[in-house]
């Protein structure tokens, strides 16, 4: 009865008992010398184990909000990495962002003694200035600035330096004394940070507050120390996948049948070595920051508790009004107003695209944030990085698609499934150079609304449909090929079960 199955797929009508699971039933009886016979079950334990180095452990998440629940910090994790499984070509590109900012910040800082990892930490969030005992703003890297202090000499003054702004008709007093100040802030004096905010927007001129803290002094070792990752985490993951791409190269250098799952799983462990390499100085799991500027006896600036705000809006309460939830919810996923869309079915439909969009456009660091964005990844200041981005972003998808290209000629359970993943590998290998060539015209399309306002309105509705339609195809395709990688297992071929020979690949003589 179990005969077809060790001649590959050539009779799918004949089922396994149903008393017999399918784990068992495909690792017996299907490989002739049992020295050289792999199991079902260490097919996916060894996709499985890879994904898991793939995406949980390779993710480097910025810092949370203060004070927020397991649930949150957690869910926050798990969405990310779901993303990272959909689409893990987005996670180089967050990376490729936070590796080229902070190689600017690093080098612009290096003579305060600061290093990549510095950086990387500024950019998740780790610094953030605190006012007695609140926070009242993270330091962002457009808010990091040089400035001369008022002692030179970095000697203790028993005056406070004060900064003077008049917003909203009250003066902002800002206590800078030595003595105030908390080790190991304190040790710095002379080089300091200003935060300013124009509060119509980041182009604009002429601050309206500003905050003026001492340079945070910490070292590359305190920050290290902060990291849940260590060289034991990172030599694991490096080795489960280098490993898996191993053997999977060696199994079609012996002609060895590889399964659609490895297949999947092969192109994550690929992608994954990029957004290791980019993200390497980069602190894993840090939970608090580092507070700046935090005073014992000098009054808050605030008067009044700093109002929750959602990208600049003030919060309301969502308990009492349903509508306003939703309206944070959209708000929080595209940056603008709520009201500004036509009724609730768009908001509501494309609500669950809004962390691929986050993670791809990025995030911005507002007055009032205690903490950076899920997604955020620094500021790219000049066409040159934005440039670099788009192309690793596109070279890692369609490497991403190609390598699922590979089983074109695989066996499947049915003539369906062959089209299916023949297509989805196809959509997700061109659809990076549809988005390629979108960037490549957004100057021109600028030019055309200057120049013919009225030509240029459906043309640009024309084009964010086909982005949208394209962003939708190809979130289907991943997810198909997912299923079809899981569903592939149920019919294995022979060749599938049995290991490689690992003597032969070995040169003797």
Known sequence: MLLPQLEGRSNPAIVAPTSISILETSS??????????????S???????????????????????LHESWFGRHG???????????????????????????????QKYKDFGWTQTHAFFLIMGGFVIYQEEEPVQVVGMRHLR????????????????????????????????????????????????????????????????????????ITREEITDKSKGDGLSKALAILQTSWFILQCVARGIQRL????????????????????????????????????????????????????????????DYRRDPFTLLEAMFTIAWGESFESS????????????????????GTEVKAGDTYVGTYYGGSLDYDFEKAVVQLILVTSSTVFGAIHCIGWSFEFP?????????????????????????????????????????????????GAVAMLVALLLYIAARVVLLVLAVTALISLPHGAYETVSWTYLIPHI
């Open 414 to 462: 049915s003539r369906l499934a062959q089209l299916l993943w023949r297509s989805c590998s196809l959509v997700i290998t061109c659809f990076p150079l549809i988005e390629f060539g979108s960037w490549i015209a957004i100057p021109k399309r600028e030019t055309v609304t200057q120049t013919a306002p009225d030509i240029s309105t459906p043309w640009s509705l024309l």
């Open 342 to 361: 036509s009724g609730l079915f768009w908001p509501l439909l494309l609500l669950p695209l809004s962390p691929f969009l986050r993670m791809m456009r």
């Open 146 to 217: 040089r400035a001369t202090a008022r002692h030179p000499e970095n000697q203790p003054s028993s005056n406070p330096v004060m900064s003077r702004r008049l917003v909203t008709g009250r003066d902002y007093e800002v206590d800078l004394s030595m003595q105030r100040l908390e080790a190991p802030v304190a040790r710095s004096f002379n080089k300091v940070l200003v935060w300013a905010d124009t509060g119509r927007g980041e182009d604009a001129t002429g601050p309206l507050e500003t905050l003026t803290c001492p340079m945070p002094h």
């Open 43 to 65: 097919i996916v334990w060894s996709c499985l184990a890879t994904i898991f180095a793939c995406t949980w452990v390779v993710i480097h998440p910025n810092i949370p909000p």
């Open 76 to 106: 926050r994790r798990i969405v990310t990495t779901i993303v990272a499984i959909i689409a893990p070509e987005l996670v180089i590109c967050w990376a490729a962002k936070q590796y080229l900012a902070s190689m600017r910040l690093a």
């Open 257 to 316: 049948q590889v399964t659609e799952l490895e297949l999947a799983t092969c192109a994550f462990a690929v992608l994954n070595g990029v957004t290791y390499g980019l993200w390497w100085n980069k602190p894993q799991s840090v939970d608090y920051p580092v507070p700046i500027g935090r005073t014992t006896t000098a009054p808050s600036q605030y008067d009044e508790p700093m109002p929750r705000t959602v990208n600049g809006k003030l919060a309301r």
């Open 28 to 41: 017996d009886n299907t490989c002739d010398d049992l020295n050289n016979c792999r199991t079902l079950w």
